[in-house]
């Protein structure tokens, strides 16, 4: 029986002992792994934000100002129902320093009869547009056509299954990837489908009418400046030219979300590291307890011929193991309850939340892993380190 | 000579009159034969049990040297004096000496098997069968009575086969029939294998298999 042996006995054979450490160092890996991960998931659902927009400037309505929030609408997904004339993507393209104008229109679906589910309807120029082509590409080979409509992936509904919008039967022929934002909560779709749908909901009493009564209606205009122009200089300039519209920068909806993103994520560092910091004391204390306890143990072995660095490894290899089936047990519960929960994490904080990869994932877990090990041997390394430099015969002494 | 302790003395700090240490044993010579039973006399708090440490390498002197054969046991390094204790001195001490996670017989065999070596499982259970604790090869140290821990101690350090073996107060919890067994089995150890056997006891049952019997007083040798 050499050390390696001897610690597994100690540690099977004192169950409740054992359980103690290996459950205080599953509170710390919960902590941090829990922590980290939704940390890293609203990083990851800012950057996914920020290139799904894809714009330097957004056209709407002026009335859409009062109508909604901007930050709402692609965080929580709650497009607004404001229109205006269609023309007005092609007169932005007039605007010095505009390189793209994509238009979009939105339609929210009525929990009612006439449709299967409630969500929100983005009609898409697949021709003009560069927010949710690139995306869409990525799901869908073919184009998108008549009918078609393109679903978020928390939509649900299945690729080849018919969906009813007002009535209208559209066939669902691909999913996005997730965003972590409200996107992932839409349908797309082409502007002649769109039109169709608005037709449909006008008929069901569902206005979208605008002052000229023109029927070509769209509620935004995405806009892509041409390098070397100002930004701030093409939105004056679209404001001056455009009228009864609105044009927002979206660096400032991105600069509003990562203001708050950065508030939230000092707030879990902070709390992470204090739990660290008192869980980390209480296992020192924990461990001098323990290494107390074990005073007459130890100083057997001394008697019997165990040398000072045989007993050092001892408490190290028994204080690793526990660190190790606390760090795994701590990471898994904190992967089951942030990957369980994840939606309503998502809702409760009010931001983009997209987990990272699995590769990330994997690396983080294995991370917080080594760091509950390294933590539990720091933590009885002390308290070893001093009881370990009594004479053998003093600590049988004051073992008794 | 076996083992010889040069000038040896153990102070503690503690505030008595002027002085802020005492000495628990002060300055002594002594050794201890192959093939002879050594027995220290003397009442509690005599220091019997510190010199005891002290001849066994596990209490540093405050001064003089410890020799097993040519070696001088306090100018080793831990690790060396480690495994001299482990494969050369045995000791049964006067406290409480079970490893609580492990059985009667991992106790037994844990010297040896502390550095991958062999264990003497046969053995171990002649000298359990003979010290009448055979039945309890798989109990665990707390469902053992005081006796039958110290037995188990007495075994560990026989099976370990050392060249000196010291016993601290190895009789204290047994009745008359265990430690005439014991004494004899020690007594035994030193006269047919040829060892050194140093028993510490305060009580004079083991003044008959003595070859050599010394008094400690005040932590003075007589």
Redesign the interface.
Known sequence: ??IL??SL??LA??PGRTAALVLLTAFLALAVFGGSVVILSLRTGLQSLEARLGADIILVPSEAQSKVSFQNMFLQGTTGAFYMDAAVADKALEVPGVEKAAPQTFLASLKADCCSIKIQVIGIDPAKDFTVQPWIARSLTGDMGDMDVVVGCRVEAGIGEIIRIYEQRCKVVAQLEPTGTGLDIAVYCNMHTMDTLLAAAEAKGVSHKIASGDDSVISAVYIKVKDGYDIDTVNTALTGKLRKVTAVRTRSMITGVSDSLAGVSRTVSAMTVVIWILAFIILLLAYTLVVRERT??FA???????????LGRMALLESAMCGLGGGIAGTGLAAIGVFSFSALIESSLGLPYLFPGIGTILLLAAGTVLLSIAVSALASAFAARRLSRV????A??E?? | MLLRADNISKTFFRKTGSANYFYAVSPLSLEIHPETVTVLMGRSGSGKTTLLNMLSGILQPTEGSVWLGDTDLYRLKDAALSRLRNERIGVVPQARSAVDTLTVMENILLPERLYGRKAPAEKARRWMEMFEIGQLENAFPKELSGGELRRMAIIRALVQEPEVLFADEPTGDLDDENTERVLSALASYAHEEKKGVMIVTHENDAVKYADRIFKMEGGELF
């Open positions: 029986m050499k042996p001897l006995k100690n054979r004192k007459r143990e057997v072995l001394r008697l019997i011929g165990a040398s000072r660095g045989m004479q053998p015969g003093t049988l002494r073992g008794n």
